[in-house]
């Protein structure tokens, strides 16, 4: 029984210490969490400065109220021009295997076909519908390749922020003095 107790505790605290949330940066576009993007420190980031007018890879170390502090540089908030996010965007391993999908599909529909007419007909052929259907698939999988969210601008709704551990307050609201 001591066992169990103290194994149960032990956990519990392990499980607060990972609950707790770390220093990031934000990158989003609305309030919905799927439109947004995190980095943290010990992450690799390629940004666009407004000073260089061109990329840079550099690891992030560790954040500030207004600064990120990288390998090579320390960067202002106010300095970003636009971020990379072809790594860190969901959504593009969404249309990857979306891609994949159809890319796949049309050429089994395509395989199939054409083992089916040698097998049964002795001779290659495939049926006008099938063709056009294994077509439409596998054209429509090469048109969405190109199609991806690359580059995070920093204008209108695209915003930046810095989210401290020490800053965040997990309450509801303010507390107000003399309240509980």
């Known amino acids: 029984m001591k066992k169990t107790l103290l194994f149960l505790i032990f956990l519990g605290i392990n ?9 990031f940066l934000l990158l989003k ?30 690891q992030i170390r560790e954040f500030s109220k207004d600064y990120i502090f990288l390998n090579e540089n320390i960067l202002s908030l106010d300095d970003i021009e636009a971020i990379d996010i072809r790594r860190k965007d969901s959504r593009n391993s969404t249309l990857k295997n979306m891609n994949a999908l159809l890319l796949g599909s049309g050429i089994i529909l395509l395989t199939a076909e054409s083992i089916n007419s040698i097998y049964q007909r002795r001779e290659f052929s495939i049926d006008q519908g099938v063709g056009l259907t294994s077509g439409i698939l596998i054209g429509t999988g090469l048109a969405l390749l190109p199609i991806r969210y690359k580059i995070f601008k920093i204008k209108g709704r695209n915003q930046l922020q810095i989210l401290l551990k020490n800053e965040i307050d997990l309450s509801n609201g303010p507390k107000k003095e003399g309240s509980f």
Do not use: H, M
């Open 29 to 58: 576009r609305g309030v919905s969490p799927k439109k947004q993007i995190r980095f943290y420190a010990g992450e690799s980031i390629t940004y666009k400065s407004k000073k260089l007018g061109y990329f840079v890879t550099d």
């Open 15 to 23: 499980l607060s210490t990972f609950a707790q949330s770390r220093d």
